[in-house]
């Protein structure tokens, strides 16, 4: 039987939730980008996948301020996805957010779709705060919102950027590292996707970036760890980040999250070669039969 | 025209540094990045006067430039300066995507460019930047060609919207327009009239290119000198006027001679009005260490090798096959 996709048009709220809530708010996330990743027949379905959680939590947890009726909204916080990839995710987060419809997911990567392969400031999309894609430059760009915001505008908003692990072989990221310390950006919260895969093979292998924790405390962070698909970690991290920016802590946050590769689905779990590929038909079946 | 004067000599450099602190005081949301160089790009200026919006990025351009995009994206206009060589260079990724395309605020100024940086050599002569730079979609890119047009250029791109680049140098160059003297970005302007050859120049060359056409006098020829500091958006209008009142050219530029000004105005009068084109440039080679007009002097950077180029474009354009042709209505190609 042919794979028919269609995608629900139900959104969530962002709200203080239970732990157990967002499995639910997840499971639509990754159903959402084995859809439109299959219907694109190109894209990355590994990291995505693996950061499903995280943008469930940050986006529908109440840890960040946002307004989908109002994109621009002054007081808003602002999310950077330094690995521009990984946009399905962001894509499928904004849409479940109410940001723009459901819709545009069955045309990711398509002429004339605001849904680009890498995200497209120029397409105005609601919700994207930058064009990314070559790695290591959101997360400077992040260093430049907080900067203006903490030194020149002294608001009190909370910029949050995303950057792979293999990203951070990229020597500019240290560059943005060093800028955030230098800067005592503690409203800037920096959330690493430690899946240890890249293109290549594992970034142990590839280009050992360990030890992670001990660089990052090194140049000035305040560095947790914790499990990147366990809730109740993720709700504590963005509560601790949450909190340095409360008590001006004076220092940046790096939340490393340790994830696995295509989380969820049973055959690109922690393999790398799912980096950058799309599911095929069969493929896509057995994945959103996982995914139940 | 008014008869145009030495007026003295002062480092484009300086007249940046001064824009930007007229700029900060126009507009609240001008903001500083500072890369290690401050005292030379003259950035220093503004941190003296406005420490609260000047910030210190360290020997970082990529970072200063993405930084930068992220200001831009907070509402800010937002200001990085470098050597030339380092932030077209080092940078050029960031400026390509976070800059270009992000389609911000972001200006750039391009220090110390060009040979005449002197004594540091090649590794700082930035000599290919204005061929990189005005290839970026969305990018403006201007090349001032003294103290004053170099602090009129730096409010212009301030208060234009969108990436803005200007390049300029470290030695002192003369002095020769005034407030009068217009500047508009888009726009070049005609400071010498003449129908025999057209000399088109940017930067330090615009100077030498007015004396090319004083020496050029004396022998009966009148150059017309174009001063197009304006490398994108260029003036096409009086570009292909140029070409249709003397029919030849002779570009001039302290930059390589692939890709800069020569060939921002050979595209421009190939697709319109094609004359024979002389280029004044660095041919093909890195710069070295030298004295500014020592250097000048090797590199072929004086008003003696406009002044020849004129004689050969004019030459070639009286003698030479002038291309013209049958051309098939180009509507049929059209969608
Ligand atoms: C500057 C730059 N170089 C190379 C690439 C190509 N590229 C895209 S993703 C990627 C691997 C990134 O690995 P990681 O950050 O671990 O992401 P993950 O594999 O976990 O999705 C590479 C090399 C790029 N987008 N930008």
């Known amino acids: 039987?042919?794979?028919?996709?269609?995608?629900?048009?139900?959104?969530?709220?962002?709200?203080?939730?239970?732990?157990?809530?967002?499995?639910?708010?997840?499971?639509?996330?990754?159903?959402?980008?084995?859809?439109?990743?299959?219907l694109a027949k190109s894209g990355h379905s590994g990291g995505t996948l693996g950061t499903s959680d995280i943008f469930s939590v940050l986006f529908f947890g109440g840890v960040m301020k946002y307004n989908p009726n109002d994109p621009e909204w002054k007081e808003r916080d602002r999310f950077?996805?330094?690995?521009?990839?990984?946009?399905?995710?962001?894509?499928?987060?904004?849409?479940?957010?109410?940001?723009?419809?459901?819709?545009?997911?069955?045309?990711?990567?398509?002429?004339g779709s605001r849904l680009q392969g890498h995200p497209g400031y120029d397409m105005k999309?609601?919700?994207?705060?930058?064009?990314t894609g070559s790695l290591g430059q959101g997360v400077s760009i992040a260093v430049g919102m907080a900067m203006s915001d903490k030194l020149v505008d002294k608001n009190n908003r909370k910029i949050f950027a995303l950057t792979g692990d293999g990203e951070i072989e990229e020597g500019t990221v240290w560059e943005a590292a060093m800028a955030a310390a230098n800067y005592k950006l503690d409203n800037f919260c920096w959330i690493l996707d430690n899946n240890d895969c890249q293109i290549d093979g594992r970034v142990r292998d590839v280009m050992s970036i360990y030890p992670i924790?001990?660089?990052?405390?090194?140049?000035?962070?305040?560095?947790?760890?914790?499990?990147?698909?366990?809730?109740?970690?993720?709700?504590?991290?963005?509560?601790?980040?949450?909190?340095?920016?409360?008590?001006k802590i004076g220092k940046p946050t790096a939340i490393i999250a340790r994830t696995i590769m295509g989380k969820g689905v049973s055959f690109m779990e922690d393999n790398y070669i799912w980096h950058g590929n799309p599911p095929n038909e069969e493929q896509a079946k057995i994945a959103l039969h996982d995914l139940k | 025209m008014s008869e145009i004067?030495?007026?003295?000599?002062?480092?484009?450099?300086?007249?940046?540094?001064?824009?930007?602190?007229?700029?900060?005081?126009?507009?609240?949301?001008?903001?500083?990045?500072?890369?290690?160089?401050?005292?030379?790009?003259?950035?220093?200026y503004f941190k003296e006067r406005f420490p609260e919006r000047f910030f210190s990025i360290g020997v970082a351009e990529q970072n200063a430039t993405t930084i930068a995009a992220g200001f831009a994206l907070s509402g800010k206009i937002a200001f990085f300066a470098s050597y030339s060589a380092f932030s077209a260079f080092r940078n050029a990724d960031q400026l390509r995507i976070s800059v270009a395309y992000n389609d911000i605020?972001?200006?750039?100024?391009?220090?110390?460019?060009?040979?005449?940086?002197?004594?540091?050599?090649?590794?700082?002569?930035?000599?290919?930047?204005?061929?990189?730079?005005?290839?970026?979609?969305?990018?403006?890119?201007?090349?001032?060609?003294?103290?004053?047009?170099?602090?009129?250029?730096?409010?212009?791109?301030?208060?234009?919207?969108?990436?803005?680049?200007?390049?300029?140098?470290?030695?002192?160059?003369?002095?020769?327009?005034?407030?009068?003297?217009?500047?508009?970005?888009?726009?070049?302007?005609?400071?010498?009239?003449?129908?025999?050859?057209?000399?088109?120049?940017?930067?330090?060359?615009?100077?030498?290119?007015?004396?090319?056409?004083?020496?050029?006098?004396?022998?009966?020829?009148?150059?017309?000198?174009?001063?197009?500091?304006?490398?994108?958006?260029?003036?096409?209008?009086?570009?292909?006027?140029?070409?249709?009142?003397?029919?030849?050219?002779?570009?001039?530029?302290?930059?390589?001679?692939?890709?800069?000004?020569?060939?921002?105005?050979?595209?421009?009068?190939?697709?319109?009005?094609?004359?024979?084109?002389?280029?004044?440039?660095?041919?093909?080679?890195?710069g070295c260490s030298g004295e500014p007009e020592e250097l000048m002097v090797k590199f072929g950077l004086t008003w003696k090798e406009i002044y020849a180029s004129a004689l050969k474009a004019i030459e070639r354009r009286d003698k030479g096959f002038r291309g013209l042709r049958q051309v098939k209505d180009v509507e049929d190609y059209k969608e």
């Open chain 1, 80 to 111: 950077v996805l330094s690995a521009g990839h990984l946009c399905p995710v962001l894509y499928s987060t904004l849409a479940r957010a109410g940001y723009f419809s459901t819709e545009e997911l069955y045309r990711l990567r398509k002429y």
């Open chain 1, 213 to 247: 924790a001990q660089k990052f405390e090194a140049f000035g962070f305040d560095v947790i760890n914790i499990d990147g698909h366990n809730y109740s970690e993720i709700i504590k991290a963005f509560e601790k980040f949450k909190s340095n920016h409360e008590s």
């Open chain 1, 1 to 38: 039987m042919a794979l028919e996709i269609t995608f629900s048009d139900k959104t969530f709220e962002n709200k203080k939730r239970n732990p157990e809530e967002f499995s639910e708010i997840a499971l639509e996330i990754r159903r959402d980008i084995i859809k439109s990743l299959y």
């Open chain 2, 105 to 286: 605020n972001v200006k750039i100024g391009g220090g110390h460019a060009g040979i005449t940086v002197g004594p540091d050599g090649a590794t700082h002569q930035a000599l290919e930047e204005i061929a990189f730079v005005r290839t970026l979609p969305n990018m403006t890119l201007v090349v001032p060609c003294d103290y004053l047009e170099a602090k009129k250029a730096t409010i212009a791109i301030g208060e234009k919207f969108g990436p803005c680049f200007i390049r300029f140098g470290r030695s002192a160059v003369p002095m020769f327009t005034t407030d009068e003297t217009p500047f508009e970005i888009g726009k070049a302007n005609e400071l010498r009239d003449g129908k025999d050859v057209a000399i088109v120049a940017c930067g330090l060359m615009v100077w030498e290119a007015l004396l090319a056409a004083e020496e050029l006098s004396k022998k009966g020829i009148n150059a017309r000198v174009i001063n197009n500091s304006s490398i994108k958006p260029i003036d096409v209008e009086t570009l292909v006027n140029a070409a249709r009142d003397c029919g030849c050219i002779v570009t001039a530029e302290e930059h390589q001679v692939h890709g800069g000004l020569g060939g921002a105005v050979a595209e421009v009068t190939a697709k319109n009005y094609p004359v024979p084109i002389e280029f004044v440039g660095v041919r093909d080679k890195f």
């Open chain 2, 5 to 44: 004067k030495l007026l003295g000599k002062k480092p484009t450099r300086h007249g940046f540094g001064e824009g930007l602190v007229m700029l900060g005081e126009r507009y609240d949301n001008v903001i500083v990045l500072g890369g290690d160089i401050t005292g030379s790009v003259m950035t220093s």
């Open chain 1, 125 to 131: 999309l609601p919700g994207i705060e930058s064009s």
